[in-house]
């Protein structure tokens, strides 16, 4: 599986971005995703996970009310719909592949993407 993130940027507090990540390679039938981060000097976190049929989501509680994931079968995309940003969301988000959101959310990932950096300054 190979997973392209995009959607990266600078932006003000309060602003939003949409984070892409294209999935190929195998097919994910059954496979949560998610989205995971990591700021300069910290140990990478969870973020977001979506379950295969994308009835089920997941947030870590610095993230709630404020980002949305979402998947699209048809496209092998996932998103991240990021609002209300803060300084502190600044990291290099990754998106990820798991054979459950359980296992997403405790950090057991299958297969990784490459980060797009997210930078929120004033």
């Known amino acids: 599986v190979q997973l392209q993130a995009s959607g990266g940027g600078l932006v003000q507090p309060g602003e939003s971005l949409r984070l892409s990540c294209a999935a190929s390679?195998?097919?994910?039938?059954?496979?949560?995703m998610g989205w995971f981060r990591q700021a300069t000097g910290k140990e990478r976190e969870f973020v977001a996970a979506i379950t295969w049929s994308g009835t089920g989501t997941y947030y870590a509680d610095f993230v709630k009310g404020r980002f949305t994931i979402s998947r699209d079968h048809a496209e092998n995309m996932l998103y991240l719909q990021m609002n209300n940003l803060k300084a502190e969301d600044t990291a290099i988000y990754y998106c990820a592949v798991g054979r459950d959101s359980t296992r997403l959310h405790n950090g057991i990932v299958e297969y990784w993407g490459q980060g797009t950096k997210v930078t929120v300054s004033s």
């Open positions: 390679g195998r097919p994910l039938t059954s496979w949560a």
